[in-house]
């Protein structure tokens, strides 16, 4: 039971270091850059353990990145919904698949994030489409190797020896 609820604090731990990762003042070109740190954990825990993060966990987290970030109250917790619904249908089939397999999936679940949050965002304000938008899809993309092997790294850590 203990270690229950010690996984359960590694999970939300790694998802606090996401969002600090989020805001973190970054040097003037990195913010264009900068991946969603938040989705790409949520992404990894849903399929590592999906009986302990689900579609609340995920709606939960999106409504505090949205008050983190500022964003219109639901819009990352309809996109973080949405991708980790997807990801908890599709958790068997992805464990089984090589990272660079995993990351074409990653890809198509960041770029629908981003264009879904663009969608919304263009709802309230209309605005042009940058090539900067593209840049922390594929950037996400990149890193979901080394995000992997970190948060696998954390997952095992726990078990005993």
Known sequence: MMNSYFGFGRIILTIIMAMCLRIAPWPSFLPNINPDWVLLAL????????????????WTI???????????????????????YLC??????????PLPQQGLFIFSCLL???????????????????????????????????????????RLSGRTK
């Open 112 to 154: 629908f994030s981003q264009m879904l949050l663009f969608w919304l965002k263009n709802i309230q304000h209309p605005s042009q489409m940058h090539t900067s938008f593209w840049l922390p899809v594929f950037t996400g993309t990149l890193c979901w190797p080394l995000i992997y092997t970190a948060l696998r790294r954390v």
């Open 88 to 97: 908890l249908m599709l958790h068997k089939r992805l464990r089984q698949f």
């Open 43 to 58: 992404i990894y825990w849903a399929i590592a353990v999906p009986e302990r993060i689900g579609i609340f966990h995920a």
């Open 62 to 84: 999106g409504l505090l990145t949205d008050v983190l970030t500022g964003r219109v109250f639901g819009q990352y917790a309809l996109a973080y919904t949405l991708v980790i």
